[in-house]
């Protein structure tokens, strides 16, 4: 019978990573019985995938290319569905199927963070599965025993401060030579949780990301 530790190990050959695990209700998609919410090993992703044909081939969507082509190929090795965050409209509940798993939690700043990758951590997809896994017992929360609470202050134009994220305000700021930062290596904000500085994720990822979420104002 199939366990988790092998598909773990189909993941880590590709340089993923299980975050978190849940049984859905209602299943989704139907005759599902295990949802595996899967995201980047760091640090050692990012290489992996900036190897890949995807990446050299200079079209457009590399990394959600390169998803759809190795997730769909683990999931149907276990008679599974790949599911992405993409998907839709309607969009696939992955936030709250993070918080269900009880591995990601809600941070101060209401970005999910994990105790793996702080608030770098993210959801490159999931896969749904006909099998009854046995998932590891939920960890408690990296923010819990966090004093300085750092990613409330950190964002050079405030933008988490009021509760809600100011996303204008945080695009007019990375148009400015002063965002290069953020452009460059990451969201202060994000780069500033304890748990995050433990993930080793490469900054040429976070810039990686940083463009394709500038880019789609």
Same mark, same amino acid.
């Given at each position: 019978?199939?366990? +988790?530790?092998? $598909?773990?190990?189909?993941?880590?050959?590709?340089?993923? #990573?299980?975050?978190?695990?849940?049984?859905?209700?209602?299943?989704?998609?139907?005759?599902?019985?295990?949802?595996? +919410? &899967?995201?980047?090993?760091?640090?050692?992703?990012?290489?992996?995938?900036?190897?890949?044909?995807?990446?050299?081939?200079?079209?457009?969507?590399?990394?959600?290319?390169?998803?759809?082509? &190795?997730?769909?190929? #683990?999931?149907?090795?276990?008679?599974?569905?790949? $599911? %992405?965050?993409?998907?839709?409209?309607?969009?696939?509940?992955?936030?709250?199927?993070?918080?269900?798993? =009880?591995? %990601?939690? &809600?941070?101060? $700043?209401?970005?999910?963070?994990?105790?793996?990758?702080?608030?770098?951590?993210?959801?490159? =997809?999931?896969?749904?599965?006909?099998?009854? +896994?046995?998932?590891?017992?939920? #960890?408690?929360?990296?923010?819990?025993?966090?004093?300085?609470?750092?990613? +409330?202050?950190?964002?050079?134009?405030?933008? %988490?401060?009021?509760?809600?994220?100011?996303?204008?305000?945080?695009?007019?700021?990375?148009?400015?030579?002063?965002?290069?930062?953020?452009? =460059?290596?990451?969201?202060?904000?994000?780069?500033?949780?304890?748990?995050?500085?433990?993930?080793?994720?490469?900054?040429?990822?976070?810039?990686?990301?940083?463009?394709?979420?500038?880019?789609?104002?």
């Amino acid at each position: 019978m199939t366990g +988790l530790a092998e $598909i773990e190990a189909a993941l880590a050959s590709e340089r993923l #990573v299980m975050l978190g695990g849940l049984a859905p209700t209602p299943p989704h998609p139907p005759a599902t019985r295990s949802l595996l +919410l &899967v995201g980047p090993d760091n640090p050692r992703f990012w290489p992996h995938f900036t190897a890949s044909r995807e990446y050299a081939d200079n079209q457009p969507d590399p990394l959600d290319r390169w998803s759809k082509r &190795v997730f769909g190929a #683990v999931a149907g090795t276990f008679g599974g569905t790949a $599911i %992405f965050p993409s998907d839709g409209p309607p969009y696939p509940p992955f936030y709250a199927w993070a918080l269900q798993s =009880g591995t %990601f939690f &809600v941070s101060p $700043i209401s970005l999910l963070v994990h105790p793996r990758d702080g608030l770098m951590c993210s959801l490159r =997809g999931a896969l749904a599965l006909p099998l009854a +896994l046995d998932f590891p017992d939920p #960890v408690p929360s990296p923010c819990n025993g966090c004093e300085t609470r750092p990613c +409330l202050s950190t964002c050079p134009v405030g933008a %988490f401060e009021t509760g809600q994220y100011a996303v204008t305000a945080c695009h007019n700021h990375l148009d400015t030579p002063a965002g290069s930062d953020c452009m =460059g290596t990451g969201c202060a904000a994000r780069r500033a949780c304890p748990a995050s500085q433990r993930s080793g994720r490469n900054p040429a990822q976070s810039a990686f990301h940083m463009r394709a979420f500038h880019g789609k104002r």
